[in-house]
């Protein structure tokens, strides 16, 4: 067959494709199991590490709070796994599976917020997952509040596209730890989250609901301050509710 | 009479480059003619892709703050440049010429898929770390002239090394560069503190820190990887000097 002709192209191209295809589609299924694995890890270890920090002590020894050790330890610290409505109302579903992206395309009403109740050296902590978008593309954390669901145990961030050095630096320790100790309701009782401000001059004030900005990253601290303001404001019902009994509400 | 004599040198230099590259191997060094030879280890300097050819120059900046992910990149790309140049060279009678480009890039995008793909199951931390630049391999000029220039007109075991010696020529840039800018930018290589540990307080601190060493932010940010590039090109054509363009 001549090598130069359009057939000979067409069938070159078609059969190229065809292979590519298999093999590549073969790969991305048999290794699907073990990257999805991964991602539960992870998610296990940002949950633990809002209200642990790096290390985790277990059985009285402190170790490197790895993704490993984090789905291992997981189950004896989150005691309870909560899917609310945005009534505060708990419903019955699997909150470890609830995909917040999804959720937040939904009408306000049918909303499910996942929280997760844990329980770590006789405290208590409620864990709750964010999501938001920065300048290039979505971020996302959690954020551990204490028992009396106003002050910040800490925080974690992750992003999927900042600028490296700059807005991805959300990610960094040093900016993560500013948020500690900072309360989330304003002195009229309104949820409002914590603001990263630019220009801030507010030094180690912890109760202005403010922290300092990274320079060079306003779009993506905007976005930061806007996830922790609206998704910290759906759980309010809820946190109303457990301020009146003064204890977890059991499902 | 002093080209002669430098000309001497390098050959001798590049002898013991040759010997010290196959030494680990020394049982497969009879499958080694001297010009595979030559393919392998040319790269590697006299005509390595970075510093001489000028190509990969953006990916060496972005990913060689860490020492890590530099090793991870490089890693990718040697099989990435490896497999393709052999896809390539084995179908190179086969592909019609017209659409030959697109058919590297599907090659090669393919790999760089299967890369991706193999990170995210086995190094979950580090395909994080490169997600992004794991995905611009594809448009690592490198590979695409690999490919073009050699692997459409050599055999299989040729290119092979050729796709080698080329990864291994980036790779070792990649490295010497990340190496510096760990070392001087965070004191640390690998994540281990080498210059001692920084407290909060000099009382705190140890090693360098406590003699009031600081770590050079400068180090961190990509336009001191464009000057570390420029120092080892620099370095290397001091050594080299057939390097040196003639005006």
């Not at chain 2, 040319?42 to 992910?69: E, H, M, R």
């Not at chain 2, 896809?87 to 480009?101: G, H, M, T």
Request: charged share 20%.
């Amino acid at each position: 067959m001549d090598k130069n002709s359009n057939a000979y192209t067409f069938i070159f191209a078609i059969a190229m494709v065809i292979v590519v295809a298999v093999a590549l589609s073969f790969t991305a299924t048999s290794l699907q199991p073990m990257q999805a694995e991964n991602v539960r890890q992870e998610k296990m270890q940002n949950i633990l590490s809002t209200f642990t920090g790096d290390s985790i002590i277990v059985e009285g020894e402190k170790v490197e709070l790895t993704r490993a050790v984090a789905s291992k330890v997981y189950d004896n610290y989150v005691t309870e796994e909560l899917a609310l409505s945005n009534q505060g109302e708990s419903k019955d579903e699997d909150a470890f599976k609830i995909n917040l992206a999804k959720q937040l395309t939904l009408d306000e009403s049918e909303q499910t917020y996942p929280l997760y109740v844990a329980n770590y050296q006789n405290k208590t902590y409620y864990v709750v997952p964010l999501r938001g978008s920065g300048l290039w593309d979505a971020i996302w954390g959690y954020v551990a509040l204490e028992e009396d669901v106003n002050t910040i145990k800490g925080v974690v961030f992750d992003h999927k596209g900042e600028t490296a050095g700059l807005g991805a630096e959300i990610t960094t320790d040093w900016f993560q730890e500013r948020f500690v100790n900072e309360k989330i309701y304003n002195d009229s009782g309104q949820v409002v989250g914590v603001e990263v401000k630019k220009g801030y001059s507010g030094g180690d004030n912890k109760s202005d609901n403010a922290v300092d900005a990274i320079s060079g990253a306003t779009i993506t601290g905007d976005g930061v301050s806007k996830m922790m303001k609206e998704r910290l404001k759906n759980y309010k019902p809820y946190f109303e509710k457990i301020k009146k009994s003064g204890k977890v509400a059991i499902r | 009479m002093e080209v002669k004599q430098q000309k001497e040198i390098s050959k001798t230099d590049k002898k013991k480059e040759m010997i010290m590259f196959l030494s680990s191997s020394e049982e497969k060094e009879h499958f080694l003619s001297k010009a595979n030879r030559k393919i392998l280890s040319d790269p590697l300097n006299d005509n390595n892709p970075i510093t001489v050819q000028v190509l990969g120059i953006c990916s060496a900046l972005a990913i060689t703050v860490q020492l890590k992910p530099a090793i991870v990149m490089s890693l990718a790309v040697v099989f990435v440049m490896a497999f393709s140049n052999v896809i390539i060279s084995i179908l190179r009678n086969s592909i019609p010429s017209r659409i030959r480009i697109i058919v590297q890039l599907v090659v090669v995008a393919t790999m760089v898929i299967l890369v991706d793909q193999i990170l995210k199951a086995f190094a979950y931390d580090v395909s994080k770390q490169l997600s992004i630049f794991i995905g611009l391999i594809i448009t690592n000029c490198i590979i695409m002239g690999r490919l073009e220039a050699f692997a459409l007109g050599n055999g299989v075991y040729k290119s092979f090394l050729d796709g080698i010696g080329n990864a291994a020529g980036y790779g070792l840039i990649l490295i010497v560069v990340a190496f510096f800018r760990e070392l001087f930018g965070s004191g640390k290589l690998l994540g281990y503190e080498v210059l001692g540990h920084k407290g909060l307080t000099m009382a705190d601190s140890t090693g360098l820190y406590a003699l009031g060493y600081e770590n050079n932010g400068f180090f961190l940010l990509s336009p001191m990887a464009l000057i570390v590039v420029g120092i080892v090109i620099w370095v290397q054509r001091s050594r080299n000097r057939k390097l040196i363009e003639e005006n």
